[in-house]
């Protein structure tokens, strides 16, 4: 009895295993403790930045500083879910920290009663602790200055606009060097083409022990499709002077060959259904995402230095194991995952733990090259962990660099991408009744909104009802000047500014939420160094229940 409980306590997960279960089985163990040793910084304490946190706060992110210099007013009981009536003329920062924080005591939160202008404009060193900054209805100078400064020091930046119905998040970064994609396409790799079987004689031993005449039905049904397409491969070389089938007819034909000449009556088997199913993979040779060539591509990959990050010295290690022709011969290590397949029990085991030895042999080259580029740019071997190479090279068919556009180059006339702008404004849209600007009009006119609040001190609308038209009217000539000075050919959409204008920058609690919800979703995934983060700038546009991303 006292053993079976033994055994059955090796099996019972923690408290915390169990909370977190359903979100560590999407981005893993090592991504939940990425969330849980982040340290995140939000400038403001509105509802966008509020629903932003509230969205980290319940994954368990493990601390957070929110920099707020306002104290709870009437106007946030109404558009906030995060304080409250008992928090009135309290530092709104403390106040909203205390409601996060109930909503999850593992994680530490901090409140800073500050302006964040004034932080950024005395103290911007503050800001060089944090893996990521947040910054939720910040002034354009003060963010400006702030992403120059985290630029510099490759800490991301998420920036969070809303005006009324319309809302902006943009992430400035040089580089983010993701190791886990979760690409959605197969790019599994089982070596059945020749020019990978050649490289691979475990897998042709294997594959040769199979022999199709002598077999019954059961035995034949059992045999991995894996040796199936091997067999029907060799097959076809010896009939066609060893050309592997090209061309459509051939394709068809060679399809033809499992199902007929080896298959015979057994057909209707499932292993020689998934032979046929899976038949491009003995004539087709895997191709490398070109996301993963553009990293092997890369500059900073050829041109390793003493500060080089680990990425790019195992991408480096693995593109050098992939050129040497005695090694990866052109083709990335093999995995030592087998997807699942119709097959005897011994079968496949037996595929398995040659995949597996293969993929140690592969392994332990690539950790050869590692130690010898570490020796050439004067790094200690060891820099690089067995768990960091192990990861690297189990996700290697999805690493991705992401390069960044500057908030500075995007604002500056000369460098702003006029062809992109030009390009999404005049692409054909179906006609509708009523004309509808486009969502790069409202990227365009919350532009023209912070240039009206350099200029007044205030955002357009939030004056006198007796000023609203003039306003307008004045954010009309801002956006015709953003135009010209852009290269812009449009016109400018008056609806737009007078739309914004009637908003008065109110943050409409369900589109804070919204853009809340895409802000946290950013930082959880720059944290993790999984996915693909957002690509510079995405408009959520509330009136049309839409969204649309832009790089300019």
Same mark, same amino acid.
């Given at each position: 009895?006292?053993?079976?409980?033994?055994?059955?306590?090796?099996?019972?997960?923690?408290?915390?295993?169990?909370?977190?279960?359903?979100?560590?089985?999407?981005?893993?163990?090592?991504?939940?403790?990425?969330?849980?040793?982040?340290?995140?910084?939000?400038?403001?304490?509105?509802?966008?930045?509020?629903?932003?946190?509230?969205?980290?706060?319940?994954?368990?992110?493990?601390?957070?500083?929110?920099?707020?210099?306002?104290?709870?007013?009437?106007?946030?009981?109404?558009?906030?879910?995060?304080?409250?009536?008992?928090?009135?003329?309290?530092?709104?920062?403390?106040?909203?920290?205390?409601?996060?924080?109930?909503?999850?005591?593992?994680?530490?939160?901090?409140?800073?009663?500050?302006?964040?202008?004034?932080?950024?404009?005395?103290?911007?060193?503050?800001?060089?602790?944090?893996?990521?900054?947040?910054?939720?209805?910040?002034?354009?100078?003060?963010?400006?200055?702030?992403?120059?400064?985290?630029?510099?020091?490759?800490?991301?930046?998420?920036?969070?606009?809303?005006?009324?119905?319309?809302?902006?998040?943009?992430?400035?970064?040089?580089?983010?060097?993701?190791?886990?994609?979760?690409?959605?396409?197969?790019?599994?790799?089982?070596?059945?083409? @020749?020019? #990978?079987? !050649?490289? $691979?004689?475990?897998?042709? &031993?294997?594959?040769?022990?199979?022999?199709? *005449? =002598?077999?019954?039905?059961?035995?034949?049904?059992?045999?991995?499709?894996?040796?199936?397409?091997?067999?029907?491969?060799?097959?076809?070389?010896?009939?066609?002077?060893?050309?592997?089938?090209?061309?459509?007819?051939?394709?068809?034909?060679?399809?033809?060959?499992?199902?007929?000449?080896?298959?015979?009556?057994?057909?209707?088997?499932?292993?020689?259904?998934?032979?046929?199913?899976?038949?491009?993979?003995?004539?087709?040779?895997?191709?490398?995402?070109?996301?993963?060539?553009?990293?092997?591509?890369?500059?900073?990959?050829?041109?390793?230095?003493?500060?080089?990050?680990?990425?790019?010295?195992?991408?480096?290690?693995?593109?050098?194991?992939?050129?040497? @022709?005695? #090694?990866? !011969?052109? $083709?990335?290590?093999?995995? &030592?995952?087998?997807?699942?397949?119709?097959? *005897? =029990?011994?079968?496949?085991?037996?595929?398995?733990?040659?995949?597996?030895?293969?993929?140690?042999?592969?392994?332990?080259?690539?950790?050869?090259?590692?130690?010898?580029?570490?020796?050439?740019?004067?790094?200690?071997?060891?820099?690089?962990?067995?768990?960091?190479?192990?990861?690297?090279?189990?996700?290697?068919?999805?690493?991705?660099?992401?390069?960044?556009?500057?908030?500075?180059?995007?604002?500056?006339?000369?460098?702003?991408?006029?062809?992109?702008?030009?390009?999404?404004?005049?692409?054909?849209?179906?006609?509708?009744?009523?004309?509808?600007?486009?969502?790069?009009?409202?990227?365009?006119?919350?532009?023209?909104?912070?240039?009206?609040?350099?200029?007044?001190?205030?955002?357009?609308?939030?004056?006198?009802?007796?000023?609203?038209?003039?306003?307008?009217?004045?954010?009309?000539?801002?956006?015709?000047?953003?135009?010209?000075?852009?290269?812009?050919?449009?016109?400018?959409?008056?609806?737009?500014?007078?739309?914004?204008?009637?908003?008065?920058?109110?943050?409409?609690?369900?589109?804070?939420?919204?853009?809340?919800?895409?802000?946290?979703?950013?930082?959880?995934?720059?944290?993790?160094?999984?996915?693909?983060?957002?690509?510079?700038?995405?408009?959520?546009?509330?009136?049309?229940?839409?969204?649309?991303?832009?790089?300019?």
């Amino acid at each position: 009895r006292e053993s079976v409980a033994g055994a059955m306590s090796l099996f019972v997960r923690s408290e915390h295993e169990q909370k977190y279960d359903r979100q560590t089985r999407i981005w893993g163990a090592h991504g939940q403790e990425a969330i849980e040793t982040a340290h995140i910084c939000v400038l403001g304490a509105g509802p966008t930045a509020s629903e932003t946190l509230k969205n980290l706060v319940l994954p368990n992110v493990g601390e957070f500083t929110l920099v707020d210099e306002k104290v709870v007013a009437h106007r946030d009981l109404g558009n906030n879910f995060f304080v409250d009536q008992d928090g009135l003329g309290k530092p709104r920062a403390q106040v909203v920290a205390d409601l996060l924080l109930e909503m999850n005591d593992s994680v530490k939160g901090h409140a800073v009663q500050r302006s964040p202008k004034d932080v950024i404009e005395k103290d911007l060193a503050f800001f060089d602790k944090f893996t990521a900054v947040i910054a939720a209805q910040l002034d354009q100078p003060a963010t400006l200055k702030l992403a120059a400064y985290l630029w510099d020091k490759n800490i991301p930046l998420i920036t969070l606009n809303v005006n009324g119905l319309i809302g902006v998040a943009r992430l400035a970064v040089p580089e983010l060097e993701i190791v886990e994609t979760h690409y959605e396409n197969d790019r599994a790799d089982l070596r059945v083409h @020749p020019k #990978q079987l !050649a490289l $691979f004689p475990e897998l042709r &031993a294997y594959c040769d022990q199979f022999d199709l *005449k =002598t077999m019954d039905t059961l035995e034949r049904s059992h045999v991995p499709y894996v040796a199936l397409l091997v067999i029907a491969m060799d097959k076809w070389l010896a009939e066609h002077n060893g050309q592997v089938p090209c061309t459509y007819d051939d394709k068809m034909k060679f399809k033809e060959s499992i199902s007929k000449t080896i298959a015979g009556e057994f057909v209707e088997q499932e292993n020689f259904s998934e032979a046929v199913k899976f038949a491009y993979r003995a004539y087709s040779l895997p191709e490398i995402a070109p996301e993963v060539e553009a990293v092997f591509a890369d500059p900073k990959c050829a041109n390793l230095r003493k500060d080089s990050s680990n990425f790019w010295l195992l991408a480096a290690a693995v593109k050098a194991f992939m050129d040497d @022709p005695s #090694q990866g !011969a052109g $083709f990335l290590p093999v995995l &030592a995952d087998v997807p699942d397949m119709a097959s *005897k =029990t011994e079968h496949f085991l037996k595929l398995q733990s040659i995949f597996a030895a293969k993929a140690r042999e592969h392994r332990d080259l690539i950790r050869e090259h590692v130690e010898r580029l570490c020796k050439q740019v004067g790094k200690p071997g060891h820099s690089v962990s067995d768990r960091e190479l192990d990861y690297f090279v189990k996700n290697v068919r999805g690493i991705k660099a992401v390069h960044g556009r500057s908030l500075a180059d995007e604002y500056d006339a000369k460098t702003f991408d006029a062809d992109e702008a030009n390009e999404l404004l005049e692409e054909w849209e179906e006609p509708s009744e009523d004309l509808r600007p486009k969502d790069v009009h409202w990227y365009f006119a919350m532009r023209a909104a912070a240039e009206f609040k350099i200029q007044h001190g205030r955002a357009p609308g939030d004056c006198d009802k007796d000023k609203v038209d003039s306003d307008a009217a004045e954010l009309i000539k801002i956006q015709q000047r953003l135009f010209d000075d852009n290269r812009i050919r449009t016109k400018v959409i008056p609806e737009c500014l007078a739309e914004l204008t009637r908003y008065g920058e109110s943050e409409i609690h369900n589109v804070a939420a919204v853009v809340g919800g895409i802000g946290a979703q950013v930082a959880l995934k720059i944290i993790l160094r999984q996915f693909v983060p957002l690509d510079c700038t995405l408009v959520h546009n509330a009136i049309l229940g839409r969204q649309k991303m832009m790089r300019f």
